[in-house]
């Protein structure tokens, strides 16, 4: 649909919004122990897309923290954040163009040892998708 709205000194103009900015959502999860978290998973016959990704972190000795796209037979790493130092880390990503994962392929957060975290993921659900092997091939 195309829609046209009024401006403030009266003049009509075409209204124009990416998929992103209309159909946009967003998760948050927070965790204090190791362990393998979904964040974001595909409905059946859908594929993600992740248009921007919050970390906020406390990482420990030998504390490591993986965001990747994951289904039965795939991995693939988005984020690897390796243990550098136990401070405290901020990572703000603004994906303009979108992340797309491939068909019933979720996001997951993977932390080893002790890494406190916060991740916010925005994205939006998009009908169907590539399978890995097209996805993978395409890159």
Do not use: C, M
């Amino acid at each position: 649909d195309l829609h046209i709205a009024t401006t403030a000194l009266g003049h009509r103009t075409l209204v124009v919004a990416t998929a992103a900015e209309i159909h946009s959502l967003f998760k948050a999860r927070s965790e204090t122990a190791a362990g393998t978290f979904e964040l974001v998973a595909a409905k059946p016959n859908e594929s993600i897309v992740i248009t921007d990704i919050l970390v906020s972190a406390k990482k420990f000795a030998t504390g490591t923290l993986t965001l990747s796209f994951k289904d039965a037979d795939a991995n693939e790493e988005v984020i690897f954040a390796p243990d550098v130092s136990s401070d405290v880390v901020n990572v703000n990503i603004q994906l303009a163009g979108g992340w797309q994962g491939w068909l019933g392929g979720a996001l997951q957060a993977v932390s080893v040892n002790n890494f406190d975290f916060t991740i916010t993921v925005g994205y939006y659900r998009v009908p169907g998708g590539l399978s890995f092997a097209d996805w993978d091939g395409r890159r």
